[in-house]
């Protein structure tokens, strides 16, 4: 699939890092760095720029090593972008370690994947068919 991307960034594209990943990973594009404080919350941005076909969205995910090993993560994961958005990606980036962390220009951020999603069309029923499962909630399945 091929997706057009503007770069305003001096950082490569986003690239799998290996032939069976999903996701690739983005990069922050700033100026000077930033510092994250614990419990601080900020919007980094990438200088990417994409256009997605319709059909498709891209999800802004965190990256597993940065948020063991550093308490970072991505806020709303997963962020979503849609098919007709033009603006920059950015990432809203938390730390929820009890540690400032410093977030340099060029650092692996997050990642995204691109995925397909249907649009749903609703038909208002008076009635659901029934299920084993019916109305059980958080927990339910598996429990005798």
């Known amino acids: 699939m091929e997706v057009k991307i503007v770069n305003k960034s001096q950082n490569e594209l986003p690239a799998y890092s290996t032939v069976h990943s999903a996701g690739m990973d983005l990069r922050a594009n700033l100026t000077e760095p930033v510092v994250l404080k614990p419990?601080?919350?900020?919007?980094?941005?990438?200088?990417?720029?994409?256009?997605?076909?319709?059909?498709?969205?891209?999800?802004?995910?965190?990256?597993?090593?940065?948020?063991?090993?550093k308490g970072i993560t991505v806020l709303n994961s997963p962020g979503t972008i849609d098919a007709d958005y033009r603006g920059e990606i950015c990432v809203i980036l938390i730390n929820l370690s009890g540690e400032d962390f410093v977030i340099e220009n060029g650092e692996r951020i997050c990642q995204m994947v691109v995925a397909s999603h249907e649009t749903v069309e609703w038909q208002l029923?008076?009635?659901l068919e029934e299920t084993k499962r019916g109305e059980g909630g958080f927990g339910h399945t598996g429990k005798k």
Do not use: D, H, M, N
Not at 41 to 69: C, D, M, N, W
């Open 39 to 69: 419990l601080e919350r900020k919007l980094i941005p990438t200088g990417l720029f994409i256009e997605l076909p319709v059909g498709y969205e891209a999800q802004i995910r965190p990256r597993s090593g940065l948020a063991l090993k």
């Open 125 to 127: 029923v008076e009635k």
